[in-house]
């Protein structure tokens, strides 16, 4: 047999996923016969169903056979009904022209970055940070250039580290506000300096923005907001976070810049030919219809939130920040870790065999998440409260021993 793409050992995976099959195995052959169940604390999976008038929009495109294939780009109400959302809160006059349909966001990060990277090419990534940026980044042949987020800096990029990182060879800047996986939220000072270096140098900016509408304090900004940014940003967007649609994979991008648009349009064909033509039709009723049940989310998340922060902070050896959007919250474990002399790794290990919940080690989204492990806080309260009690026995069982 010929041997597989040299690229192929550079592409990495989405590790949160493995983690889910290795504790599937797990609470399938030990826990179940125990009458068991784990407690999942983990991943970015809203817990909430799929708003119902969005679930019959699905239902009736079935009924009136929307059954076929749609442009690549995607239908165009769909994307003009995206352009006038994005610019609602950019202020800059986006047209369907400027919008891409994609199934699921992933997409566009798949597709920008083949788009720009050549072998060599190095690609600024906040880290910790979403594992696909640099996973496809490396497959690419380009150079993942990690800029940490300090737990001190409330997990914001400095922007004397990001001068610093910049060469003759930096094609583009990612950034993810609200983040994941640490729920930091940059705020519009901050951006407008990180516009100001992407213009200085002449780079591209991929702007990661799916969750926009989840937030619990300050608000978002768009980088594309600034003048001269529209031209050189890529936002990226969907409705898997903010409408429970998770499983629709419907996603997009939006750029006033008519080559990168075409370059992304000509990838999509390629690939999937276009999106699913019911979820398109799904997504256009998430777009225009109502809004209430993204409100009552979003305001359950955060009631979420401060209940977990509450609970963790009451944990020994552990403490965490008070995340300002998404639903994520890195808590930084590195007393316990050297006290066990283990990695995060290993302690999630432990806490999913011994306390029976799982999360996920800081390390799944780069090198700097080193000292800490993450939550997701899109489960019941009472998931939370039997989760984090369940994790603190074991941890003061640690201390007393």
Known sequence: MKQFSKRIPNLGTENAFSV??????????????K???????????????????????????VKNNKTHYTPTLGIPELREAVAKKISSYTKINYKKEDVIITAGA???????LNALVDEGDEIIIPNPAFPIYGSVTEYLGGKVVPLELKEENNFCLDIKELKKKITKKTKL???NSPQNPTGAVFDEKL?????????????????????????????????ASIPGMSERTVILNGTSKTYAMTGYRIGWGVTKNKEMLATLERLACNDTSCANSLAQYAALEAVVGPQKE?????????????????LINDIPGVKCHSPEGAFYLMVNVRKIIDKLNITAEELCDR?????????????????????????????SE?????????????ISSIYRD
């Open 20 to 33: 889910i099959e290795k504790a599937k195995k797990f609470e399938r052959e030990v826990l179940k016969p």
């Open 35 to 61: 009458g068991k169940n784990l407690i999942y604390l983990q991943i970015g999976e809203p817990s909430f169903d799929t708003p119902k008038n969005i679930n019959q929009a699905t239902i009736e495109a």
């Open 173 to 175: 800047i990612i950034l």
């Open 351 to 379: 806490i999913m065999k011994k306390a029976n919940v799982l999360i996920l080690p800081g390390t799944v989204f780069g090198d700097f998440g080193e000292d800490f492990v993450r939550f997701s806080y899109v489960s």
């Open 106 to 112: 992933k997409p566009i990060i798949f597709y920008m």
């Open 294 to 310: 993204v409100v009552r989310m979003t305001n359950e998340y955060k009631k979420r939130r401060d209940l977990l922060v509450k």
């Open 191 to 223: 951006i407008r300096e990180v516009a100001k270096i992407a213009k200085q140098n002449d780079l591209w900016v991929l702007s990661d923005e799916i969750y926009n509408e989840i937030i619990h304090k300050g608000k978002h900004f768009s980088i």
């Open 382 to 394: 009472e998931n939370i409260k039997n989760g984090v009690a369940q994790i603190k026995k074991y």
